[in-house]
C-alpha cells in the first residue's frame, strides 16, 4: 500500500461459513491514515445476524521493511507480512488457534482493491472484502 490509498473507503463484504451453509453481507466504511511511519487502517462495519443489527471495528498499522507490507493489530501484535508483485497482488497467511488465515490482497487501481481470506482449520469461511474510493476523499 503507498500513500496514493490514503483517505476514506466504502466496504462491501461477504462471510460465508461453509460449514453452516450461511452467508452474511456487511457494508461499512474504512479510513488509511499516516501517523509517524505507519498507515493506520480504521473500520467501521454493521451487518444482520439473528434479526439484530450489529456494529463492529477494527484497525491495525501498515509499516514497510525491505519492500514487504507488515500489518500488526491496533496492541502491537504480529498480524501479516506480504510482498506485492509486479501486479499489486499480494499473499499472506495467519494463524490464529486452530485456524489459518490465507490472505490474497489485490490492489486493482487508485480506486479499487479487495481482500479475500479463505479460513480452514476449526472455522471454514471465505470473506471477501471489497473497497471502492469514497466521494469524500
Not at 509517524?36 to 450489529?54: G, H, M, P
Not at 506485492?84 to 486452530?98: E, S
Amino acid at each position: 500500500m503507498t500513500e496514493a490509498y490514503l483517505g476514506g473507503w466504502s466496504i462491501a463484504r461477504s462471510i460465508v461459513d461453509f460449514d453452516r451453509n450461511d452467508a452474511i453481507d456487511c457494508a461499512g466504511e474504512a479510513t488509511l491514515q499516516a501517523l509517524d511511519r505507519s498507515i493506520v487502517y480504521a473500520e467501521r462495519v454493521r451487518f444482520e445476524l439473528a434479526n439484530k443489527l450489529i456494529h463492529a471495528t477494527r484497525s491495525y498499522h501498515f509499516t514497510t521493511s525491505d519492500g514487504a507490507i507488515v500489518a500488526t493489530f491496533s496492541d502491537g501484535a504480529p498480524f501479516f507480512t506480504l510482498r506485492l508483485d509486479a501486479g499489486g497482488i499480494g499473499r499472506a497467511f495467519h494463524q490464529c488457534g486452530g485456524d489459518r488465515y490465507a490472505l490474497t490482497l489485490e490492489l486493482r487501481e487508485p480506486d479499487r482493491w479487495q481482500t479475500c481470506w479463505d479460513v480452514s482449520g476449526t472455522k471454514r469461511l471465505r470473506i471477501t472484502s471489497a473497497y471502492r474510493r469514497s466521494r469524500q476523499s
